[in-house]
């Protein structure tokens, strides 16, 4: 970018804040039926060199997208307020009112939508500014080429300056200009736009009055061949459709008859004897999925195929001859009878309260009703079915717990059987009590026969044989003492310990097994019996609150919501034809 020229000021202000050249005040008033350049006139050359304004930086910068003759262009950039504009140096205009100006450039911005005004600003004899009409326009991001027409108030001035300046939000954008003319063009009737007449004035004596050319005034609105063509495509696109429907509608569609039945899916809430005294509750009952799976069987093809044997569906749905829109098509297969299926009967469904509503809709009142009763029964085979399974899943569970329960028994009482064979001790607590008693009765008697020594070793002779007859017995006495002790394993002696206490070890965990073999066996035939008394009685069942009711008068199709949906979709249609019709012409 080229420097800013040095004659423009550093710091931008208004006109109103600069005084014109000596050489320019003393110009003398201007040529009023001139056609030439007012801002290349050889006396104020300077005047190609801008002011700035409003914050605005103003620079030269070169450019090749001007007219050939034109090397550079005069760039404004919009200052901190986000407004810029440039001011033109005063041209000497005394006495001048009531005059026409045509203002001609060519302009660019940095994007698209900016737009520029251009005014004519004028000074009085004592140095007070005003600003006159002004034009605008929309500049683009190429130089485009600006031509409008300003006019002077009915103040007396002695200064004019040209303006041209924006109102922008944004920082740092620009808009350059080339090529600027301001020509009088007040005396020419050729150049002057009737909008842009300028105000009425005093005719001076002996001049020719002022010709203004007036446009001719608008003529009437009428209809175009356009307009012409979209009231045909209405008529044609959404009138004609409609009442094509609406005279089938009313001509050709049969009656349909509803039949409505609702019910829901029941668990049994008492229990048998068995299940309280054990405490199994609630071992099998009805699922929340249960609706679920019925919701979905009732839009199956397996019910489908199971009703069409019943009622043969395909004759029902195929009664009226002569509507062919609502009724079956002939040689329907099971695909298109599953689809028709599905717009016949309607489902309503609350998955929190688990109640179920199904309508079905045929061509006479009884087949509808007869459609319903066997909805209902197969609905109700299907939850029995679904129960069934679940109670033979359970009782079968069961039955096996059982069967393991009885073969654990089976084998910790073989096992106790054998160990006493083996050991010929049926009970070895028995056993030991016994040992025990007998060793007790032996400390006692070595105790009488040690006090006995002791009292013969006081009163007797040293070769008295009762001291011979007392030792000797004291001798047995210890001997038998550890044989019973070695029997129980208490002996202490190295290779004798263990042997009756591992045995009353081996017993007291075989007793152990059998006591837990014979309490699973206890919980696993409460189990069974409760799983039998459940499989006896029914836990789960269909439960109808509104039975297969018989309709008296149609209630299907809903001719006029028919009629006025298609007309409100075929408007739609038109509508988004019309307007990418319309937008497609606009481009081009």
């Known amino acids: 970018m080229a420097d800013t020229p040095s004659s423009a000021n550093p710091n931008p202000t208004s006109p109103s804040d600069e005084t014109a050249s000596d050489d320019a005040e003393t110009r003398g008033e201007a040529d009023t039926g001139s056609q030439d350049n ?65 203002v001609r450039f060519m302009a660019r911005a940095s994007r698209t939508g900016i737009r520029v005004r251009y005014q004519i600003a ?3 004899d004592v140095g007070r500014l005003q600003t006159h009409e002004s034009g605008l326009s929309r500049l683009t991001t190429t130089f485009t080429q600006i031509e409008d027409y300003v006019t002077l108030g009915d103040a007396t001035v002695e200064k004019i300056y040209l303006r041209v300046f924006v109102r922008n939000e944004e920082h740092q954008q620009w808009f350059e200009m080339t090529d600027v003319e301001l020509t009088d063009v007040t005396d020419s009737v050729v150049d002057q736009a009737p909008e842009a007449a300028p105000a009425a004035r005093p005719r001076e004596t002996g ?9 001719p005034a608008a003529q009437p609105a009428s209809m175009k061949a356009r307009h012409w063509m979209l009231v045909f495509s209405f008529l044609l696109a959404v009138v004609a459709p409609t009442l094509v429907a609406g005279y089938y509608l009313y001509t050709h ?29 609630n071992l ?22 199971a009703v069409d044997r019943d009622l043969d569906l395909r004759s029902l749905y195929r009664k009226p001859e002569y509507d062919p ?25 609350d998955p929190g309260t688990g109640l179920m509503e199904v309508e079905t809709r045929a061509f006479e009142a009884a087949d509808a009703k007869a459609i319903s009763e066997s909805i209902f029964r197969y609905s109700g085979d299907m939850i029995n079915e679904l129960s069934a399974i679940a109670r033979a899943d359970l009782t079968r569970y069961a039955k096996e717990e059982l069967d393991l329960a009885i073969e654990r028994l089976k084998e910790a009482r073989r096992a106790l059987t054998l160990f006493r064979n083996e050991t010929q001790i049926v009970d070895p607590g028995a056993d030991i009590q016994g040992q025990m008693g007998l060793l007790n009765s032996l400390q006692a008697q070595l105790a009488e026969t040690l006090i006995e020594q ?13 001291l011979e007859q007392a030792k000797l017995k004291i001798e047995v006495i210890e001997k038998r003492i550890g ?25 007291e965990s075989l007793q152990v097994d059998r006591q837990f073999a014979e309490e699973a066996y206890v919980s696993a035939l409460s189990a069974y019996d409760s799983a039998v008394a459940e499989a006896r009685r029914q836990s789960r069942y269909l439960a109808a609150y509104v039975r297969p009711t018989l309709a008296q008068t149609p209630q299907y199709p809903r001719r006029e919501i028919l009629l006025v949906l298609t007309a409100l979709v075929m408007f739609g249609i038109w509508a988004i034809l019309s307007l990418v019709f319309y937008s497609l012409r606009d481009r081009r």
């Not at 099998?284 to 195929?305: H, K, P």
């Not at 079956?328 to 717009?343: C, D, G, K, M, P």
Request: charged share 25%; proline share 3%; net charge negative.
């Open 207 to 215: 001049a020719a009055p002022t010709v203004i050319e007036v446009a």
């Open 325 to 349: 829109v609502f009724t079956l098509t002939e040689n329907a297969s099971i695909e298109e009878l599953v689809e028709y299926w599905t717009r016949m009967v309607r489902i309503l469904y």
């Open 483 to 507: 044989e019973e002790r070695r029997k129980l394993g208490v002996s202490g002696q190295h290779g004798d310990t263990g042997a009756f206490a591992d045995l009353v070890g081996t017993f």
């Open 454 to 466: 002791d009292l013969l070793r006081e009163t007797a002779r040293a070769n008295d044989p009762r």
């Open 122 to 124: 004028s000074r009085n």
């Open 284 to 305: 099998s009952g009805a699922s929340s999925t249960d609706t679920d799976v019925l919701y979905q069987f009732i839009q199956s093809q397996e019910l489908v195929q």
């Open 38 to 102: 007012l801002l290349s006139d050889p006396g104020c050359e300077d005047r190609s060199l801008w002011l700035g304004s409003l914050g605005a930086t103003v620079t030269r910068r070169n450019h090749d997208q001007s007219e050939p003759t034109s090397s550079s262009a005069l760039r404004v950039t919009f200052g901190e307020e986000g407004s810029g504009g440039v001011y033109s140096e005063a041209i000497p205009a005394p006495g001048l009112r009531h005059r026409r100006f045509r």
């Open 253 to 281: 569609a049969a009656d349909q008859y509803a039949s409505t039945v609702a019910f829901t899916v029941r668990q049994e809430e008492s229990g048998s004897a068995l299940e309280v005294l054990g405490g199994l509750r």
